[in-house]
Every structure is written in structure tokens, then in C-alpha cells.
């Protein structure tokens, strides 16, 4: 039969929820609160971040193609030539990312709204194929009728959406560390 932890254990787990609670929310908190001084800046920062990780990521990955093409002991013809050329379009594709990164990442912002764009329209388009089978017919056209407009305005103008989803996250931000920090303070042991 195990012991019950003390209370001085039992304490300490819960000062450090607390702990984890609070910091957590008071690092959304301001995340959020930068996100709405300068919705724009911050989402070209965090973006050109990305794109830094993609570069670095597309110079790593044309490196070890270069690297098993050269070294390969085994790879022969066009599987050796498949390989250098890959690595090549990777370690050049890096570069350019690299020469210029506020480029990279207005274009990511681009291709990820119109991807989400084309997603929500399919969902919506997905939603309405199982209105037969949905008990809430109304609630199902519904969703779907957002979905695919919402998809539409995402795919029609994708920066101007970028921008709006980037607030919206802010917000968000906001919103939930707040509720994060006071909930730290009312965590019960």
C-alpha cells in the first residue's frame, strides 16, 4: 500500500502548475499584446523567421542529397545524377530564400492562405455531401455556406486574410492568457 504524498509535496506540484499556469499566460499575454501593436511587423517577423527555417532547412537537406550522391559507394547513373541534381535545386532554392527573405516570406503568407482558403472550401463542400445523414440540416448548410465563403475570401485576397487571421490570433492570445494568469491564482491544492 503506497503512502499518500505529504502535503508539502502535494503543495509543491501545485506551486508549480500555478507557476506554469501563470507564466504561460503572461507569455501569451504579451505575445498577444505585440501581435496588436503592429499586427503587420510582428507577422513579417515571425514569418521571415519561418523562412530563415525553411532556407536552412532546404541547404541541410541539399547537402546530405550532394553528400550520398558523392559518397555513395553504390549509387550508380541516374540515381547518382537524380541525387546531384536534387541537392543542387535544394542548396539553390535555400539561397535564394536566403538573399531574400521578406520576399520568402510574403509569398509563404500567400501559399498558407490559399491553402487554408482551399481547405475551408472543401470542408464546406465536404459538410453539405452528408446532409442526408446529419440530424441538423440547417446547422450543416450553415457551416458550410461559412466554410466556402470564408475559403473564398481567404483564397481572393490572402494577405489581406493573412493580416485578419494574424490579429484574430493575437486577440485570442490575449483573451486566453489573461484567463491563463487568473487561473494560476485561483489553482486549489
Not at 4 to 20: C, G, H, K, L, Q
Not at 86 to 97: D, F, S, T
Not at 134 to 141: S, V
Not at 169 to 180: D, K, P, R, Y
Request: hydrophobic fraction near 60%.
Amino acid at each position: 500500500m503506497s503512502a499518500a504524498p505529504s502535503p508539502s509535496v502535494e503543495n509543491r506540484v501545485v506551486d508549480s502548475v500555478r507557476t506554469m499556469l501563470g507564466l504561460g499566460g503572461i507569455i501569451a499575454l504579451v505575445v498577444g499584446i505585440l501581435i496588436m501593436l503592429n499586427p503587420v511587423k510582428s507577422g513579417a517577423i515571425v514569418l521571415q523567421i519561418v523562412a530563415g527555417v525553411v532556407a536552412i532547412y532546404a541547404v541541410g537537406v541539399g547537402a546530405v542529397y550532394l553528400g550520398s550522391a558523392i559518397f555513395s559507394k553504390t549509387m550508380q547513373g541516374w540515381p547518382r545524377t537524380g541525387n546531384i541534381l536534387l541537392g543542387l535545386l535544394y542548396i539553390a532554392g535555400g539561397i535564394l530564400l536566403f538573399a531574400n527573405l521578406s520576399a520568402a516570406a510574403t509569398v509563404l503568407a500567400v501559399l498558407l492562405s490559399i491553402l487554408v482558403g482551399v481547405l475551408w472550401v472543401v470542408e464546406g463542400i465536404i459538410a453539405l455531401t452528408t446532409l442526408k445523414v446529419t440530424g441538423r440540416k440547417g446547422l450543416t448548410i450553415l457551416y458550410a455556406a461559412v466554410s466556402i465563403i470564408a475559403g473564398v475570401v481567404l483564397i481572393v485576397s490572402p494577405l489581406i486574410a493573412a493580416v485578419t487571421l494574424w490579429v484574430l490570433l493575437g486577440i485570442s492570445m490575449i483573451v486566453m492568457g489573461a484567463i491563463q494568469v487568473v487561473r494560476a491564482f485561483f489553482l486549489k491544492a
